[in-house]
Nanobody, 115 residues
Framework: VQLQAFGGGSVQTGGSLRLSCVVS????????MSWFRQAPGKEREFVTA????????WPADSVRGRFFISRDSAKNTVYLQMNSLKPEDTAIYYC?????????WGQGTQVTVSS
C-alpha cells in the first residue's frame, strides 16, 4: 500500500488550495480515508475523514465549513479542498488509511499560509 500526497504550496490568507492523495495497493471504496496535519512544534492532529461506503465526512471543528474531503474511486484519489485559509492552517498535511495490518501514511505536503 502506498499513499502519495501532493498539491501543497504557499498562499495568502483567504486563499484556497486542493491537496490530492493518490493511493495504490487498495481500493478506496473499501476504506475510510483521512487527512491529518502537523504544524511546527506541535503534535500531528486530525483534520477530516470520509467514510468508505458513503460520502459521510467528519471534519474537525477548526476546519468545518472551510475544508472539504472527497474521493474519486475511479482515480483512487482522495482530495482535500481547503478554502478561506488562515495562517494557523500552516502545516505539513498527511493522508492516512488504516488497514487491519496497520496505518499507512502519505509522505506529507507542505501548506504555508501568509498573512
Amino acid at each position: 500500500v502506498q499513499l502519495q500526497a501532493f498539491g501543497g504550496g504557499s498562499v495568502q490568507t483567504g486563499g484556497s488550495l486542493r491537496l490530492s492523495c493518490v493511493v495504490s495497493g487498495l481500493s478506496l471504496s473499501d476504506y475510510a480515508m483521512s487527512w491529518f496535519r502537523q504544524a511546527p512544534g506541535k503534535e500531528r492532529e486530525f483534520v477530516t475523514a470520509i467514510e468508505y461506503n458513503s460520502d459521510s465526512t467528519w471534519p474537525a471543528d477548526s476546519v468545518r465549513g472551510r475544508f472539504f474531503i472527497s474521493r474519486d474511486s475511479a482515480k483512487n484519489t482522495v482530495y482535500l479542498q481547503m478554502n478561506s485559509l488562515k495562517p494557523e492552517d500552516t502545516a505539513i498535511y498527511y493522508c492516512k488509511v488504516v488497514l487491519t495490518s496497520g496505518a499507512y501514511w502519505g509522505q506529507g505536503t507542505q501548506v504555508t499560509v501568509s498573512s
